[in-house]
């Protein structure tokens, strides 16, 4: 169930309400009980992470972690970092050289 936020034209209260998706927007200000109420558009669907109550242990442990970066194959930026390094190091040391 989402959390939806609400203003108030009238008196200008503001206020989040938690509510299912299938009930109808609320008219009515809780405080000056004049029908100006309005919701505003939010973020969507996101998840909100509010509150105490998220600790690091509710992510991926450590082995996790190492176990899925050994699986992965080399990367690209490594092979083509030798390959321009030593390519170009070889040539200017030559031509340095040469001059």
Avoid: W
Avoid at 45 to 58: E, H, L, V
Avoid at 74 to 91: L, N, T, V
């Amino acid at each position: 169930m989402p959390t939806y936020d609400y203003v108030c034209d009238g008196c200008g209260h503001s206020f989040e309400l938690f509510q299912s998706m299938t009930d109808s927007a609320k008219k009515t200000c809780p405080e000056c009980k004049k029908r100006k109420l309005r919701r505003l558009i939010g973020t969507g669907g996101a998840i909100m992470f509010k509150g105490s109550g998220f600790y690091q242990t509710d992510y991926r442990s450590d082995s996790y972690k190492k176990a899925a970066a050994a699986d992965k194959p080399p990367s690209a930026k490594s092979e083509g970092g030798k390959k321009e390094g030593g390519g170009s190091g070889e040539k200017k040391s030559g031509s340095s050289s040469e001059s």
